[in-house]
């Protein structure tokens, strides 16, 4: 059948749309990759970034080959808890996913695991990069995705099978920012604490990053990318909502936009006052990690939550990061970018937050088109009921459940296997010394230490 021009028109504003927001969510790498250079000390600069382009590279081919298909794979077989179709792109485009549609969730599976080598930066193998990335991106994360995100999945908020309504999670919070927290949970665990991070006594031995200023862009160009992440899951923005005379998606998308902004923003001037009352000084690393720690809580409920409601996420997601990170310290847990205590611990806020505040309106307009007549759980403290609140939970629940099964185990046998984690002679020298060769920057202060260049052009190492 011939599509009128209006169709035409229509589809290919909210292709231009979504690839516009899928170019903005990959942006994010390099906003993660200055973020990690910043984060840690100099000596480990390269080794970062270099996993920073690993975890996209990677992260391309196995969510080509099987990420895709067992995330959206909906077929004559299609079942709750993993997709059976659309291997290695076969059948698509279809009438329901084209091109533009896996690119835009590849963008979203790569951020993954650039969350979870944060966690075990500056002392993990580079092939141990190449193993998890792989098995996160192509298997661990899409099968959280099929759940929540397919049609088909027993968590979806479109198939409302779970207590009549699913669980919300628009942009990720949980299957996203909660899947790679996990997993750099069990990581840095298994590591354990870099050298020198704690002294005999237990007490922490501060490892500050080299570059406040690649922290600091990073964090902006992050904030930049979430206007895609957030704002872009909407997929199309040319949807009108029935009843209306001016409101559609695109209303939504900026409501979204906002919501986003002022969570984060609420987040990064509370940890910043926070830790001034804590520490006794201002820092600026502190506002940074505080400000993506409330864009990680606003992700699951960004579309369906007024702006007000997004001020209080922010708020209190910044005292979850706060309170995690002093936790983390006194039981010697050692996460280099915090991504454990932020994506983790924040991206769980942020879904027990949805459940408490979406509005009944906005939950029918992102959910069902804003159809009239339609009767949904909705926040619990507007007076929505426990069936919303329940998903929620259940979704944070099996996720630390399949995260922790799944990754345990792989973190676990490469550590056994001697893959895992770097030597300590390795570690105290520096991974861009040990492992690639050279340091990123051409003036290192100890680029010329005798030890170094002796191991450098191939002496034998101390015992």
Partial sequence: MEVSWEQSVTDSINTIYLLFS???????????????????????????MLTNVVDAVVGSISYYLFGFAFAFGD?????????????????????????????????????????????????????????????????????VVHWVWSSSGWLSPSSETLFGSGAIDFAGSGVVHLVGGIAGLWGSFIQGPRVGR??????????????????????FLLWFGWFGFNPGSFGKILVAYPNTTSQGNWTGVGRTAVTTTLAGSTAGLTTLFGRRLLVGHWD??????????????????????????????????????????????KLQFDDPLEATQLHGGCGAWGLIFTGLFAK????????????????????????????????????????????????????????????????????????????????????????????????????????
């Fill in 22 to 48: 899928a170019y903005l969510v990959f942006m994010m790498q390099l906003g993660f990759a200055m973020l990690c250079a910043g984060s840690v000390r100099a000596k480990n600069a390269m080794n970062i």
């Fill in 75 to 143: 077929g004559a077989n299609s079942n709750p808890f993993i997709g059976t179709t659309f291997f290695a792109l076969k059948d698509i485009p279809d009438t329901s996913y084209d091109y533009s549609y896996f690119l835009y969730q590849w963008a979203f599976a790569i951020a993954v695991a650039g969350i979870t080598s944060g966690s075990i930066a500056e002392r993990t193998q580079f092939s141990a990069y190449l193993v998890f990335s792989f098995f996160l991106s192509g298997f661990v994360y899409p099968i």
């Fill in 198 to 219: 704690f002294d005999a006594f237990g007490k922490p031995v501060p490892m500050r990053g080299h570059n406040a200023t690649l922290v600091v862009l990073g964090t």
């Fill in 284 to 329: 600026a690393l502190d506002a940074c990690n505080g400000l993506l720690g409330g864009f990680v809580a606003i992700t699951s409920g960004c579309s369906v939550v007024e702006p007000w409601a997004a001020i209080v996420c922010g708020f209190c997601a910044a005292w979850v990061l706060i309170g995690l990170n002093i936790l983390a310290l």
């Fill in 360 to 463: 009944k309106e906005f939950v029918i307009q992102v959910y069902n088109s804003g159809a009239a007549g339609v009767v949904r759980p909705y926040g619990l403290l507007l007076g929505g009921g426990w069936g919303l609140i329940g998903c929620q939970v259940v979704e944070l629940l099996v996720i630390v459940a399949w995260v922790s099964i799944t990754m345990g185990p792989v973190f676990f046998a490469l550590d056994k296997l001697k893959m895992f984690r770097i030597s300590i002679d390795d570690e105290v020298a520096g991974l861009d010394i040990s492992s690639h060769g050279g340091y990123a920057y051409a003036a290192h202060p100890q680029e010329n230490h005798p030890s170094l260049l002796l191991r450098l052009y191939g002496y034998p190492r101390s015992k």
